[in-house]
């Protein structure tokens, strides 16, 4: 419902003669990323594995869309055409994205592609119009969320694995790398028999018959790869073009493998770490299972801080609290009670020597209770092993408004001498509820400046009795934050470079 | 039940009551507002900022003003998160002498437009929904009498000698404004804003009941109670034996004083329920304070901050401000439930070390590097401690004296940067065991508003890293329009930037006065007009440098508000248009971007600020996402403009830059030369540490995987340039010995010849050293044929056709 206008509100008031009620509307609440912590994990994982996302798990929709690029120019030129608007090849790109999911949902309806929501009403209708209102409406909302190209699905990653490159004359245009063109004509090769087919062959509106998407199924599914393809795959993601940082996380992932985590993507993810497990990398990758054993500690820290946030939501439920009362709350609960100091409180924790990958796990599994009772001796845990682990200095893309992990180590070494609930009280204080209101305050002006949406961001404020919830605020469940492992290990499982057998050799 | 209550003497009006909600907010959201001021008691910033200060935005209003009691402003303390107070808000800390600043009204003005809310809600959660509140909104149209009251209310808090603050003069401005409104509007006399420092509200109340005949029913809701004694005071002035007081079923807000209900009251209590209230109040706590006067010939109705106690109603102690409705119809009044007196609430335990953290409050403002301010508290008068509070810890500052009215004056070089960056800063003073705590307002800022107009909003942003694809759209339109912000002289502040000038309209008289001469011209204040704004700019050019996170949306992160950790895309259309609305911004600001820098280095020379556009061309990169291709193009070019016109301060900068050019070029040792004859020119000293090349970390997201820095360095450092050769073999040849680790000139051609110019005249006489740009030789006047300049032009030696070697030498 539109805001009503100052001449309605004034109208309104003029009315009334009495004072008015206040109204306990206020803005919708939402936002998953309350401490702002998130930006850095991800900025870790492009030490390790840079150029994928958590979505882009197969090669053949990195095919589809790089050969329906250069197949596109093709029926440009083939007509005379020397200059074209790239929005014609986009709609010709964007209806090849589209028969290939169709038709891989006619077979499958849980296949791992996106945009199955958008596309159920079309797995029972018998045509797919390429034309009209309705389709330029759908190119517009799958380009931005659903569409394969889209930046949350394949499209980074196409560029950054090098299938595609933008055409340097800023058109927006894209065209095949040369490490690609072998993978594409294998999947032409397959695709001979239809090509002649409007959909295939030129530019323009027009319909596809549902018969027709489920004939072209098979040829380019997701499991018929051809051996060029798997080939252009290990190439571009781990061989001689790929990005060096990738190229060694991939290395160091196979290793892991083959000595002895096998295809447990949480054994691998563990190993690839280093002690405590019994892996020990080759020295040449030393520096990468550095990097992974950094990425893992901060996603421990993320998932702890947040974690402990949504801890003290629950226990603001009934009414506010002031920062002394979590703090006594956390310590009845955690453990170490009658520690004197941080350090103490910390080192009782035993968490300083353990995997943080176990301690992620440990977490997750203290969530599953109703009570989440095992939740602080977790969180106290993970704290202490996270600030055993923390480097020296940030890395230069840690920016101190993501709360890096050598900044909150520095602050809590000033505490250590400290009684350990004056260290509760500044991670209450700094770490959760000031991490917090600076992000819901800064993304939710950052909206109004750019006129976007209305989004109450912040869950819990301080008010007369202490810390208390904002309205309609309630505690989600924190997750970890994928780390991309599960792409690359399918990626690399399809591109042939884990064979069953014998992990780490190129099949 | 009380059995004092008997039913006959209930009121039965269902036509009353039926008010409506209202939204304060869909106030503020309304309106552009030119100037906005808040009063309040209780304050929580993350509220303000989340909520108000959005809607505020979201309009582009200009920065409020918060008038708060040194209770709200102590709280407020221990909120880390809210960062924006002194720079996109200013907070004033009001202390009442004998009584606490109470009022909650919020006032705001349009160019030609005023509205108040007044009412019993704090600018908190609570008091904008959460709790039961009531508010009243205004508007001259049908309140005219109001707004004269407000103006004078505000001029009281300007001048009561018992009120301190230093909010004087924007409370004067906003006096005038509200005043002009009222004046210009309707003025029946039926709506009032009385407040605390006229008189006793309960005395003014009983004024107005008095005129309409006396008062026979009085009926109070308030949270908040002293034993009965604010009670029996109004119903003595309205001259009642009993009233009516509501008993909330839903219970009222915990405070920290008073009780719940009136419990030993020297008049009769009749406990009630309000039927309407009880209706609205949809399980919400009361907080609402109301007195319905029910009056021979009319009634009068309160409602607004004072609670139904002595420190409310009565006089000389705190600030309150109540609307007043004035009925002079027959009135029948509220219709009421016979009800029991609430129970005693639980009292909320004060928390031990929260209340070993009270201490005492000041204030504080930064102009320049010259801090001032004043402890509003009690405080030793001497010398004290000033130290930066933040969430890192403290850092001290100076030493200071306090003098006996509280104010004090420090100097601190460092901590304007830290104010243009880091948000809100926070003071505390010591003194032995007493210690003060407040906030520092940035006075610069002003300048900065000033100067960018809407644009400084979207400055800030970036200075904070709080930036959009919106706000780099609108920066780098602001650049397109105002390059001269990227040359040397507008960066010293004599630009005519948005200045808010107001562009053909000038002042005539000001025109005609004489100007005075440059020698008799009065020392200015410390700090120098303009100074602000230009360490403004270059607190903005350090920012864009500092690398952060792209726009361009990475496992989802970019959308996280909306989406699960999954990142599978289900935005909803809101979410798309925006996205979409993102997308425009970036392509926008790409292609405004190519127009400022196309406009900037299509005329490379020494006011051209190159620094400043290496900035903004990294934060592109960075940022918004150039492509490979035009990041090598930009790259280059501010490279040789560096290495053009060097500048020394620019030399760690333009260093790196020459450093990652030189990295994302394919062949290894011309590369190498090419940086080491750069870095030569800038001035960088080959014997010490190899350039920071982080400094360029923007352009080197975008620059695909280049090699290891350490390697560059090792090869830049042990070869060795053309130009240093040529210099070497000079220098020999005037010495008369072979020159030492020459390969380029020991591989050329001519080696032979300069070897024998060593010590032998006829020979030495055949070589000859041109100028850098030399196009003929030394010998003739000819023009050097074509082949000779374009050896001279890569190998810096070539023979002429008459003979002689030419060597070429830099300037």
């Given at each position: 419902m539109a805001a009503p206008g100052l001449d309605v509100l004034i109208g309104q008031a003029a009315m009334r003669a009495e004072p008015a009620v206040t109204s306990a509307s206020l803005p919708r609440p939402g936002g998953v990323d309350p401490l702002g912590l998130r930006q850095i994990n991800f900025d870790l994982m492009d030490q390790v594995f840079p150029g994928v996302n958590n979505i882009a798990r197969h090669i053949r929709p990195f095919v589809v869309v790089a050969w329906a690029w250069r197949r596109a120019a093709q029926i440009a030129a083939r007509g005379g055409v020397v200059e074209i608007r790239v929005e014609e090849l986009r709609d010709f790109v964007d209806r090849i994205e589209v028969l290939f999911v169709w038709s891989q949902f006619l077979v499958d309806r849980t296949v791992a592609l996106p945009g199955s929501d958008v596309l159920a009403p079309y797995l029972t209708s018998q045509l797919f119009p390429f034309s009209g209102p309705v389709w330029a409406r759908q190119k517009e909302t799958r380009r931005l969320s659903t569409g394969l190209s889209a930046p949350i699905n394949y499209g980074p990653a196409l560029r950054s694995l090098g299938w595609l490159e933008e055409v340097p004359d800023a058109s927006g245009a894209m065209r095949v790398t040369q490490a690609s063109t072998a993978a594409i004509d294998a999947l032409e090769a397959r695709l001979a028999p239809f090509l002649d087919h409007p959909a295939f062959s030129i530019l323009g509106e027009m319909e596809v018959r549902r018969e027709d998407a489920l004939a072209w199924a098979d040829a380019w599914g997701l499991t018929t790869l051809t051996a060029v393809e798997r080939q252009t795959m290990a190439t571009l993601l781990a061989g001689s073009v790929a990005d060096p940082k990738r190229a060694a996380g991939v290395s160091l992932a196979l290793a892991a493998m083959s000595e002895g985590a096998g295809d447990d993507v949480t054994l691998v993810r563990r190993s690839m770490c280093g002690p405590p497990s019994d892996f020990q990398?080759?020295?040449?990758?030393?520096?990468?299972?550095?990097?992974?054993?950094?990425?893992?500690v901060r996603q421990l820290f993320r998932l702890a801080l947040e974690v402990l946030f949504a801890w003290a939501l629950r226990r603001l439920e009934d009414r506010p609290l002031p920062t002394g009362r979590l703090v006594a709350r956390m310590l009845d609960t955690s453990g170490g009670e009658d520690a004197e100091t941080t350090t103490t409180w910390l080192a009782g924790a035993a968490g300083a020597g353990q995997a943080a990958t176990d301690l992620i796990a440990e977490i997750e599994t203290a969530l599953t209770s109703s009570d989440w009772s095992d939740v602080p001796s977790a969180v106290r845990r993970a704290l202490a092993l996270c600030l055993s682990e923390a480097p020296q200095a940030p890395e230069g893309f840690e920016r101190l408004e993501r709360l890096p992990l050598a900044v909150a180590a520095r602050q809590a070494e000033g505490l250590r001498s400290r009684p350990p609930s004056e260290f509760l009280r500044h991670v209450f204080e700094v770490w959760l509820f000031g991490q917090h209101t600076f992000w819901s305050v800064g993304r939710g002006l950052s909206d109004a400046r750019a006129a976007g949406r209305t989004l109450l961001r912040l869950r819990v404020v301080l008010e007369e009795g202490g810390w208390a919830l904002a309205p309609n605020a309630r505690a989600s469940r924190p997750n970890p934050t994928p780390d991309r492992l599960a792409t690359i290990l399918?990626?690399?499982r399809e591109a042939g470079l884990i064979t069953h057998r014998v992990p780490g050799q190129l099949g | 039940m009380d059995a004092e209550v008997a039913l006959e003497d209930v009121h039965a009006d269902a036509g009353e009551g039926e008010l409506g909600e209202f939204s304060p907010l869909e106030v503020v959201r309304a309106g552009a507002w030119s100037r906005t001021v808040f009063t309040t008691y209780a304050l929580s910033l993350g509220f303000f900022e989340a909520v108000v200060?959005?809607?505020?935005?979201?309009?582009?209003?200009?920065?409020?003003?918060i008038l708060a009691d040194l209770d709200g402003v102590r709280s407020t303390l221990a909120e880390h998160g809210a960062r924006r107070v002194g720079r996109d808000y200013d907070l004033e800390p009001?202390?009442?002498?004998?009584?606490?600043?109470?009022?909650?009204?919020?006032?705001?003005?349009?160019?030609?437009?005023?509205?108040?809310?007044?009412?019993?809600?704090?600018?908190?959660?609570?008091?904008?929904?959460?709790?039961?509140?009531?508010?009243?909104?205004?508007?001259?149209?049908?309140a005219g009498d109001a707004f004269v009251d407000a103006a004078d209310f505000f001029r009281a808090i300007a001048t009561d000698p018992r009120l301190t603050h230093e909010a004087a003069g924007r409370l004067d401005a906003s006096a005038s404004g509200l005043e002009r409104a009222g004046a210009a509007g309707r003025r029946d006399g039926k709506i009032r804003l009385v407040n605390s420092l006229a008189g006793g509200v309960a005395n003014q109340i009983a004024a107005l009941a008095r005129e309409l005949g006396g008062a026979q029913r009085i009926t109070a809701a308030s949270p908040f109670w002293d034993g009965g004694a604010g009670l029996a005071g109004l119903c003595e002035e309205v001259g009642l034996d009993h009233a009516y007081v509501h008993a909330h079923p839903d219970g009222v807000v915990e405070g920290r004083f008073g009780a719940n209900w009136p419990r030993n009251p020297s008049i009769g209590v009749r406990p009630v329920t309000i039927v309407w209230l009880c209706e609205a109040a949809s399980k919400r706590r009361l907080h609402a304070k109301l007195f319905e006067i029910i009056c021979a010939r009319g009634r009068v109705l309160v409602s607004g901050s004072a609670n139904a106690t002595t420190a409310g109603l009565g006089s000389g102690r705190n600030v309150e401000a109540c609307v007043v409705r004035v009925s002079r119809e027959p009135h029948i009044g509220w219709a009421l439930q016979p009800s029991a007196p609430l129970p005693p609430a639980i009292a909320m335990p004060l928390d031990v070390e929260e209340s070993e953290s009270i201490q005492g409050v000041l204030r504080a403002e930064l102009a320049g590097d010259q801090v001032a301010g004043r402890v509003l508290t009690d405080f030793p008068v001497g010398g004290a401690t000033a130290w930066l509070v933040g969430g890192e810890g403290r850092r001290e500052l100076a030493e200071t004296v306090v003098a006996p009215d509280g104010r004090f004056a420090f100097g601190s070089e460092t901590l304007e940067m830290e104010a243009w960056t880091a948000g809100r800063l926070i003071l505390r003073l010591e003194c032995g065991d007493?210690?003060?705590?407040?906030?520092?307002?940035?006075?610069d800022l002003q300048e900065v508003r000033r100067r960018a107009g809407p644009l400084a909003a979207k400055l800030l942003a970036v200075l904070g890293r709080t930036d959009t694809p919106a706000d780099a759209a609108a920066m780098m339109a602001w650049f397109h329009e105002h390059p001269e912000h990227l040359t040397q002289s507008g960066r010293a502040g004599g630009g005519w930037g948005g200045e808010g000038r107001t562009d053909g309209v000038t002042n005539v008289v000001a025109l005609l006065?004489?100007?005075?001469?440059?020698?008799?011209?009065?020392?200015?204040?410390?700090?120098?007009?303009?100074?602000?704004?230009?360490?403004?700019?270059?607190?903005?050019f350090a920012a864009l440098?500092?690398?952060?996170?792209?726009?361009?949306?990475?496992?989802?992160?970019?959308?996280?508000?909306?989406m699960g950790d999954e990142g599978i895309a289900r935005l909803d259309a809101r979410a798309r248009a925006e996205a979409a609305r993102r997308s425009a911004a970036i392509a926008r600001t790409l292609s405004l971007f190519d127009a400022v820098f196309n406009k900037m280095m299509a005329r490379p020379g020494p006011d051209l600020?190159?620094?400043?556009?290496?900035?903004?061309?990294?934060?592109?990169?960075?940022?918004v996402g150039l492509d490979e291709g035009r990041t090598r193009a930009c790259l280059e070019a501010l490279v040789e403009a560096f290495v053009q016109d060097p500048d020394p301060s620019d030399l760690q900068v333009a260093s790196a830059a020459v450093m990652l050019a030189a990295l994302v070029e394919p062949a290894e040792v011309p590369a190498a030369r090419r940086a080491r004859r750069r870095l030569l020119a800038l001035g960088w000293p080959m014997s010490g540490l190899a350039p920071d090349i982080d400094l360029a970390a923007g352009f080197r997201r975008r620059l695909r995987s280049p090699p290891d820095a350490i390697g560059l360095w090792r090869k830049v450092t042990s070869v060795t340039t053309p130009q240093e050769e040529v210099k070497a073999y000079r220098t020999a040849l005037e010495a008369g010995r072979l020159p030492a680790n020459v390969p380029l000139l020991e591989a050329s051609e001519v080696w032979d010849d300069l070897v024998g110019a060593i010590g032998t005249d006829p020979a030495r006489r055949k070589i000859r050293f041109l100028p850098r740009n030399g196009r003929t030789c030394p010998c003739q006047s000819n023009l050097l044929p074509s082949s000779v300049l374009y050896e001279l032009k890569h190998s810096w030696v070539a023979k002429a056709p008459c003979g002689h070697v030419l060597l070429c030498e830099e300037a």
């Open positions: 990398p080759p020295e040449a990758l030393e520096g990468v299972s550095a990097a992974w054993r950094r990425t893992q399918s990626l690399a | 200060l959005e809607a505020l935005t979201r309009q582009k209003s200009t920065s409020p003003l009001v202390q009442v002498a004998g009584g606490v600043f109470h009022p909650k009204v919020c006032a705001l003005e349009a160019l030609d437009d005023a509205h108040l809310i007044v009412g019993s809600g704090n600018l908190t959660f609570g008091g904008w929904g959460a709790n039961l509140e009531c508010m009243d909104h205004l508007h001259p149209s049908f007493c210690s003060a705590e407040g906030f520092i307002a940035f006075s006065a004489p100007a005075r001469n440059a020698s008799t011209y009065a020392p200015g204040p410390s700090v120098p007009v303009g100074a602000g704004w230009k360490r403004f700019m270059d607190a903005i440098s500092t690398p952060r996170a792209p726009f361009e949306p990475r496992d989802g992160s970019d959308f996280d508000d909306d600020h190159v620094a400043g556009v290496f900035a903004l061309t990294q934060y592109v990169c960075d940022r």
